[in-house]
Every structure is written in structure tokens, then in C-alpha cells.
């Protein structure tokens, strides 16, 4: 993989029930680690780059709960987009392995099941590379996933995650985001 095709998401579906994201990042594995776990780091990355945080929450440990919550606008009209879930195992800074529901939006027939995400973070050379691998319930939940345009969300969500860490290695913790 040269590296500029490591600076993109890329997404493959290995099996009928997986989704498996890779992108790698300037920044070393605990940075990495930290920035896609601490909600005050997520509500700065996740989603759109219209997207406002309302609900950032979590507690990274075994048996703890996150839940993140965003409003956007679509078709001019105000909608939030959650998800929230269990986290199962935390390895610092190596792995995390966490369930994800889609709360659903007004007028969606998402289901509600929970789909299981393995993450992990490997360390070459002072760049990070992440591999989210999810496992749905089914083949229908997993191909519904890809038709609601998962792939570009999380591109550009990845894009912002790749722009925080460089803010975090300048000494920012909090960086300014585009729609304040």
C-alpha cells in the first residue's frame, strides 16, 4: 500500500455480515487511541463536517456505555443521527471491541439491532494504521448499512479524525471547529 493510499479509507466486506474499514494516520498508536475513544475527541471528528455535537458520552472500559448524538440538516430540515452501545473489551492502546445501535431517525426503518466493532490500532513508524471490522446480524442489516452511504460518512468523518490529530500533535485539545 503506497501512502497515499494508505491517507484514505478504504472499505472491503470480506463476508455476507462484515464491513471492514482500514485507514492509516500520522500520529502514533496512543494518540490514535485516545482521539477515536475520549467523547470530548470524537464529538470534534464524528460526522459531518455540517454536523453539530449534542450528546458525546462514554465511559471506555469494559461494561461501559457511549453514546453519540449529531444534528444535521437534510433536504433544509433538522434531524440528530445517534448510535450508542457496550463497550466489551479496551486494550489501550491496541484494541477496543464495542457494540454500535443505530437509534434511528423520524420516518427510518433502520433496524435496531447491534453490530459488533473490533478496532484496532497498529503502530509503524510513528503512523497508525486502523482496521474497524463490524459484524451485523444479517446480511440485510449489513447491506443497508453500505446503501445509507456509511462509506462516504466515514471517510469524511476519518478525513476529520486525520485534521484533530494533527491539532492534538501542534498542543491544541480542542480545535476549532468549522460550524462554531
Known sequence: MTRAESERLVVTLPSDLEIVMTRSFAAPAARVFEAFTNP???????????????????????????????RDLVDGQPIEVGFHGEYLEVDRPSRVVYT?????????????EAAVGTVTFEEHLGRTTVVSTWRYPSKEVRDLVIESGMEEGAAVSYDRLE?????LAGGETQPVREDR
Open 40 to 70: 470530548e475527541h470524537v464529538r470534534n471528528w464524528w460526522g459531518w463536517r455540517t454536523s453539530t455535537p449534542v450528546v458525546f458520552e462514554g465511559d471506555v472500559r469494559p461494561g461501559g456505555t457511549y453514546r453519540y448524538v449529531a
Open 163 to 167: 485534521e484533530l490529530l494533527a491539532a
Open 100 to 112: 454500535e445501535v443505530f437509534e434511528g431517525m423520524e420516518g427510518n426503518s433502520f433496524p435496531s
